[in-house]
């Protein structure tokens, strides 16, 4: 490649060049210039902010070497400007009619060629062209998107404010004289880098006394990434669902103790709810992400991103738009998606992250994602949302096996702790055979007649009668659990060679599973449409969200697969509120000697791990529906860390 002084003194009679938009190309064109030409009194120099400090450095040369290239590490990134920092977008149509899907998500701050406002301005990426004091009268300059054009916009810094830069527009020798400040955004996230991976490559070009010279620089749109334990909790999401009948009363009651663990926590923000849809997933229609830059003063320019679940008929999701779209905050939905693709695997219970690490020759500096597939049928999440999640280049997706569970969701049986080790974090895992050994023990030590669960009955749903003695005795269960240690284990080998932690570092938390009503008996417990959506449902809680009956969901379960899922409210499935807090879903288990048998072993599990728990009672209005805790909740993290940073402690 040729050198960047040798560039800029290219010299043409050719006129000024227009903008113009290439297709994608995945590597920035250097500017062809003839054989030795001779050294110009003035020459274009373009930079942008190649080592991510906040400021483009127009004095030094921090930020010339590697501006034509980019790296994990080095390079100059622009943000997609996803979000509505003037809440101008609009959510419903004439007469309040709702929009379609498709228009809900087609408005954004970069969906006009306007900056729009001060908030809007700190979203666009900075590129300067030092000053060319020497250029004579009659100079023009012009710019052109060479690579990314589709996917990007520029804008020029006048007195009068941003103005978009198009293919007529044209810089006057004395803005070229004084030196000029563009801004870049963006229009949209990296969907698919076969098609564009996120480069965008401007290039200024002055024109005087017949004479052309031109420069390069290279930009990245900035990863779309997930959010991981190590970043502290911030504000928590969940449903609320009004009403007065039993189911509701619950719920809010689930709500209002929710928000005292959160402040308990000293987390100061309010709980931001969903109120329109009554769909009480609320971690699986939505997973929460960010993109950022380094903005002015070093600090953190970051767009929060509501990437919205790849379930084209989830209503729910529409709320994401409606309510949280706006300042800060951009919301972006997977496209292509097929009805055919299973249901269940496409919530985003079924992707979790794991904390930064780096093993094996690979770095994750910003965590990895994880999903579940079902191996047993090859059944996988959405191909348009794995491949929009492995196109950002940094959080590769690992498929673990969830064919044994019955929803299939990751976080039913994993999870990520902050830990003050080496690494920085632990893996939580649920421990089944942990769980009976707590059941044959205490049938051991004479408590076989105790009830299983202590929870007390609801309004036409009886208290569970079974007690440890027939738990033992069912024919399923110790089946059940069996195959749920085998798979647990199984997939926690793949995370110990994909990560390098090793058993010290691995948390075991008693837990039990069970199959699902139409596989074998479940006791006393009473079958409700789960986070399937599908099943039998109490009419106390028939018109919620997924818990309305919309059918049999697509589940693509091999012939004679055992499918599972909590059979004592799975304690795994809770949410870090800090790095010594953990909120956990009422144990409910056998009570002997006035102390829950569960609840003190995952007491004693996590307090190894450092950390204190709490509980919420979640079973009736998530634990019934073969979910808990963290699938009816959602957090907002702190993203102000620099993505491309090792993080960790």
């Not at 502290?232 to 969940?238: E, F, G, K």
């Not at 905050?329 to 930064?356: F, H, I, K, Y």
């Not at 008693?510 to 039998?536: C, F, I, K, N």
Request: net charge positive; aromatic share 6%.
């Amino acid at each position: 490649m040729a050198t960047r002084h040798a560039r800029l003194t290219r010299n043409t009679t050719n006129a000024a060049v227009a903008l113009t938009v290439i297709g994608a190309v995945l590597a920035p064109v250097s500017p062809a210039f003839a054989a030795n030409p001779p050294q110009a009194a003035w020459r274009v120099d373009l930079r942008a902010d190649v080592n991510r400090d906040g400021r483009v450095d127009v004095a030094g040369t921090t930020d010339t070497a590697g501006e034509d290239a980019w790296s994990a590490a080095r390079g100059a990134v622009l943000l997609p400007n996803v979000d509505d920092d003037t809440k101008r977008c609009a959510v419903r149509g004439p007469g309040g009619r709702p929009l379609p899907d498709a228009q809900l998500a087609a408005c954004n701050d970069a969906s006009d060629t306007k900056v729009n406002g001060s908030e809007d301005a700190a979203d666009l990426a900075r590129i300067r062209a030092l000053p060319m004091a020497n250029l004579p009268a009659g100079a023009t300059g012009s710019v052109s998107v060479v690579t990314g054009g589709r996917k990007s916009r520029v804008f020029v810094k006048r007195p009068t404010g941003w103005t978009h830069v198009t293919a007529t527009t044209r810089l006057t020798a004395a803005e070229l004289r004084s030196g000029v400040e563009f801004g870049v955004e963006a229009t949209d996230v990296i969907r698919d880098s076969a098609v564009w991976d996120g480069r965008t490559v401007v290039r200024l070009t002055v024109t005087a006394g017949g004479r052309r010279s031109s420069d390069d620089v290279t930009l990245r749109t900035a990863p779309l990434l997930t959010q991981h334990h190590l970043q502290n909790a911030q504000q928590l999401m969940v449903t609320r669902v009004p009403g007065r009948d039993d189911y509701a009363r619950r719920q809010q009651a689930f709500v209002k103790g929710l928000a005292a663990e959160v402040r308990a926590a000293g987390i100061d923000k309010p709980l931001l709810t969903f109120d329109a849809y009554g769909d009480v997933w609320a971690q699986d229609f939505v997973e929460p992400g960010y993109v950022s830059m380094t903005g002015p003063g070093g600090r953190r320019q970051v767009i929060r991103v509501m990437l919205r679940s790849a379930q084209p008929d989830r209503e729910a999701g529409r709320e994401l738009f409606e309510k949280l779209r706006g300042k800060g905050v951009g919301v972006v939905q997977a496209a292509g998606v097929r009805d055919t693709e299973e249901w269940t695997l496409n919530s985003m219970g079924n992707l979790e992250t794991v904390p930064p690490y780096s093993h094996g020759g690979r770095s994750f500096p910003a965590g990895r994602i994880i999903m579940g597939e079902r191996k047993d049928s090859g059944s996988k999440p959405a191909a348009a949302m794995r491949t929009l999640l492995k196109s950002q280049g940094f959080q590769d997706p690992l498929l673990l096996d969830t064919s044994w569970l019955h929803v299939g969701h990751v976080d039913e049986f994993v999870q990520f702790l902050p830990a003050d080790t080496p690494r920085g974090w632990r893996i939580g895992i649920a421990d089944p055979e942990a769980g009976l050994r707590l059941l044959r023990e205490a049938q051991a030590a004479g408590h076989g007649a105790t009830r299983m669960f202590s929870v007390p009955g609801s309004a036409g749903t009886p208290a569970p009668k079974e007690t440890v003695d027939q738990a033992l005795a069912s024919p399923w269960l110790v089946k059940d659990n069996t195959l749920a240690a085998e798979r647990i284990a199984a997939n926690l080998e793949v995370l110990k060679r994909e990560t390098g932690v090793t058993d010290a570092e691995v948390v075991r938390v008693p837990a039990l599973y069970t199959r699902g009503a139409e596989q074998g008996e479940r006791g006393d417990r009473v079958p409700r449409l789960s986070r399937m959506g599908a099943g039998e449902v109490p009419d106390a809680v028939s018109r919620y969200g997924q818990q309305e009956v919309v059918g049999d969901r697509k589940r693509d379960a091999a012939p004679g697969t055992v499918m599972t899922s909590a059979y004592v409210p799975g304690a795994v499935n809770g949410i870090v509120l800090g790095r010594n807090r953990y909120l956990a879903p009422r144990q409910w288990g056998p009570v002997i000697g006035g102390t829950d048998v569960f609840t003190a072993a995952v007491n004693a599990a996590y307090a190894r791990a450092g950390m204190k728990v709490s509980y919420l009672d979640d079973w009736y209005t998530y634990h019934l529906g073969q979910g808990e805790v963290h699938c009816g909740t959602n957090t907002l993290r702190d993203a102000s860390a620099a993505w491309w940073k090792p993080q960790g402690r």
